[in-house]
């Protein structure tokens, strides 16, 4: 070695450092100028105005407890109890959840903590412990209104007076006394009425209670057993509608199976057109690859649109939809696949004396078989998801109800039930898919 | 010898009709789950078609009229469409934006919970079921669901769409990534720790070196199917370009020139994307290979 060589050697080192360290330093700085960028393009700065902490709150405290309104209505002189104030949550007249105490005249509320709130005729009194009693009436002329010390304007913040609305926020519920009405809020842990209805006789027994009247045998209703009534009123519970839900989960999978498996069996005759080695003809290979680079990108969402249009809002047009995109997917994958097989086994065979249908069959098929098997469960679990997105656009499917439940903008507790039986169906599809993968792909390496 | 034959005798015979035996059950349960499989299919589109809005034999020669209506507005206002290109693209850029930021932001975090959560190299050994749980979480929950939620509580816009798919990237990516981390070899990790490297500099200096390449390779494939999700996304209010989509496609009749124009768009856009990130990983992992 010269001394030439090693000085050209360190030269080229300490460049090759230098252009490390100006990467080591530069990409980050790159990344960091971009999310600058982006911290302005998006306007992050402007996010504080357009957020709405009440939306938040609102949707948390939605998604694990519920409301129960008791209101009298002034006009009517009638007091009505509905949990989350919806017609299918009403308490049948006479009856009341046990925290109220229907009386002659009106109601009392046992809000728990010593809260209490009465009403009596058309006047609502609420006694707050350690504060004292404020009383309200509604009027056509304004709410009367009468508070233990002080006017309307110097109360606290919790209560919200004026002339025509008093509203009164504490821990245990919320009041509100308008000109016709007053309404109470009380907020409760759970997902209201989940199990049974309130016109439902198993409402309101616990577990074990339940459980006795499953095996014991006189029947709540005549005609059918215990179990089979429990079931028919859990399946068909007009709050939470079970069996619909459950039928929109069966419709999300059925979208993204026939979506898969008939873009499989699409693309396998069209991918051997556009393989290399067994497509003789140029034109042919051109021409076919370009009908999947088309179709994989004009996108599932535009193919939903177009769809959509021809065949209107359901599952078929979502599975057609994910078809069409998958089988320019699995045209590319699958071709690519049969450009790596190995000659030496389709030689083997055609030494046999086989035919070419022959040659495919045992010489080609048996050696795509596990690749192919593999990114297709591998796709059925991400087009389980692209089910549920597509089913949100075009209409179908567990989509669908999501956001049929978040363009309403109250039921929370639905939208939350949502997202787990989606979260679960998701993952159910994971573990099945690669339970079947792992299964089929060692039985194919044992056995063919 | 001897004592296999004394075992069980065998002779060609035996063996093929003990093989043909095996061919003929091979055979028949092949074509019962081929038919099983088919009755399935032909059953399962069956019902969808049932439970379609409109039917696939009275759709199915429909499915060209929107397309051509769409097709003979962009042509007879052609002159128009260059125009439309310009108006619409900010709202393109919005949309490759939302794609890019939510992929960086998403391949960072998928980075760390990827460390995290491989054997060998997690910081808090005890907790690598704990981020693998939440990467299976994040992975579970379709971005159009987050982003529902986020559009009610934060507004409409890129922001909610970006985290919404930066989420989900971090589930998808994290995984990948930690499969990839499994095959790094950890000696460059042994040898910094030996001269006390932090945890950070060990992951930095002895695996992201190794593993950079396949990262990348990964992230590009994501950032194709993020802006495909992205403009999705746009279509439920999350702005760019799904969004004037949206309002494209229902000003309806004598408007379809901008719809067209956005088609045109977003098609270019993705097969772009596409051949740009599939040539980059191309030579990646052809680099990795030599």
Redesign the interface.
């Known amino acids: 070695m010269s001394m030439t060589a090693t000085a050209d050697f360190k030269g080229e080192a300490s460049r090759l450092f230098q252009r490390k360290r100006l990467f080591n330093f530069g990409l980050p700085a790159v990344?960091l100028v971009?999310?600058v960028y982006?911290f302005f393009?998006?306007?992050?700065p402007g996010?504080s105005e357009?957020?709405?902490i009440d939306?938040?709150r609102a949707?948390v405290a939605d998604s694990y407890s519920h409301k129960t309104h008791v209101l009298y209505d002034a006009r009517s002189e009638s007091i009505e109890i509905a949990i989350e104030g919806e017609r299918k949550g009403t308490y049948a007249e006479g009856t009341a959840p046990d925290w109220v105490n229907l009386t002659e005249t009106g109601m009392v509320a046992q809000l728990g903590r010593g809260h209490v709130v009465t009403y009596e005729g058309d006047w609502v009194r609420y006694d707050i412990p350690e504060f004292g009693v404020i009383e309200a009436r509604p009027s056509r002329s304004g709410v009367e209104m009468v508070f233990p010390q002080g006017d309307m304007e110097d109360q606290p913040e919790w209560i919200n007076a004026s002339k025509n609305r008093l509203a009164v926020t504490t821990d245990r519920g919320r009041l509100t006394v308008t000109r016709t009405r007053a309404e109470l809020f009380k907020y409760d842990m759970g997902w209201e009425l989940f199990f049974f209805t309130l016109d439902s006789p198993f409402h309101g027994k616990g577990f074990g209670e339940l459980l006795g009247l499953a095996v014991s045998g006189d029947p709540v209703r005549p005609e059918v057993s215990n179990i089979a009534a429990m079931w028919h009123d859990f399946w068909n519970n007009a709050m939470w509608r079970h069996s619909e839900v459950m039928w929109a989960v069966f419709?999300t999978i059925?979208?993204a199976?026939?979506g898969t498996?008939?873009a499989a069996?699409l693309a396998l005759p069209l991918a051997f057109m556009a393989a290399r080695n067994f497509s003789p003809f140029m034109a042919v290979r051109f021409g076919v690859r370009r009908v999947f680079?088309f179709v994989?990108?004009?996108?599932?969402?535009?193919w939903t649109?177009?769809?959509a249009?021809?065949?209107?809002?359901?599952?078929?047009?979502g599975?057609l939809a994910i078809l069409l995109t998958d089988t320019g997917t699995f045209g590319k994958l699958f071709s690519e696949t049969l450009e790596n097989v190995d000659e030496k086994q389709i030689e083997g065979v055609q030494s046999t004396g086989a035919k070419p249908m022959q040659r495919y069959r045992f010489g080609v098929i048996p050696q795509i078989t596990p690749v192919l098997l593999s990114q297709l469960l591998y796709y059925l679990e991400s087009n389980t998801?692209?089910a549920?997105?597509i089913g949100?656009?075009t209409?179908?499917g567990i989509?669908l109800l999501?956001?049929q439940a978040?363009i309403t903008?109250k039921d929370w507790e639905e939208?939350s039930y949502y997202?787990v039986l989606?979260?679960l169906m998701?993952?159910a599809m994971?573990t099945i898919s690669g339970w079947l993968r792992r299964r089929l792909i060692q039985s194919d390496d044992a056995?063919v | 010898m001897a004592d296999l034959s004394a075992q069980a005798p065998i002779t060609t015979d035996g063996i093929r009709s003990a093989y043909m035996a095996m061919t003929r059950r091979?055979r028949l349960y092949s074509g019962a789950m081929l038919a099983i499989?088919v009755a399935?299919?032909v059953a399962?589109?069956n019902?969808?078609?049932s439970?379609?809005?409109?039917?696939?034999w009275d759709?199915?020669h429909?499915?060209l009229?929107?397309?051509a209506q769409v097709w003979g507005e962009a042509i007879e206002k052609a002159h128009e469409l260059p125009g439309h290109f310009v108006t619409f693209f900010p709202a393109l850029l919005?949309t490759v934006?939302i794609a890019?930021?939510s992929t960086?932001l998403g391949a960072l975090l998928g980075i760390l919970m990827s460390l995290l959560s491989t054997r060998g190299m997690a910081r808090w050994p005890r907790m690598i079921p704990v981020f693998r749980r939440i990467m299976?979480?994040l992975?579970?929950?379709?971005?159009?669901?987050i982003a529902?939620?986020l559009i009610?509580?934060?507004?409409?816009?890129?922001?909610p769409a970006?985290i919404a798919i930066a989420l989900h990237t971090v589930g998808a990516l994290g995984k990948l990534f930690s499969e990839v981390n499994e095959n790094a070899s950890l000696k460059p990790v042994e040898g910094l720790q030996s001269v006390g490297a932090s945890w950070s500099q060990r992951m930095l200096l002895g695996i992201i070196p190794q593993v950079a390449p396949n990262y990348l390779s990964y992230a590009l494939l994501r950032f194709e199917i993020n802006i495909?999700a992205s403009?999705?996304l746009g279509?439920?209010g999350a702005g760019g370009i799904?969004y004037e989509?949206k309002n494209a496609?229902s000003w309806g009749q004598g408007k379809f020139d901008e719809a067209a124009a956005i088609?045109i768009l977003?098609?270019l856009t993705?097969?772009f994307f596409?051949q740009i990130s599939s040539y980059y990983r191309d030579r990646l992992t052809k680099g990795a290979q030599q």
């Open positions: 990344i971009y999310f982006i393009a998006f306007d992050i996010l357009r957020a709405s939306n938040a949707l419709e059925l979208m199976f026939l498996f008939g069996m680079d994989r990108g004009v996108d599932a969402l535009i649109i177009v769809l249009r021809a065949f209107g809002p359901g599952p078929l047009t599975a998801r692209s549920t997105i949100a656009i209409g179908g989509g999501l956001t978040i903008q939208v997202i989606i979260v998701v993952m994971d056995g | 091979r499989f399935l299919m399962g589109f019902l969808a078609d439970r379609n809005a409109g039917g696939f759709g199915w429909n499915v009229d929107f397309p919005e934006n890019a930021a960086l299976d979480i992975r579970a929950i379709p971005e159009i669901v529902l939620v009610f509580v934060l507004g409409g816009g890129p922001v970006m495909r403009a999705i279509f439920v799904g989509l496609m088609f977003l098609f993705i097969v596409d």
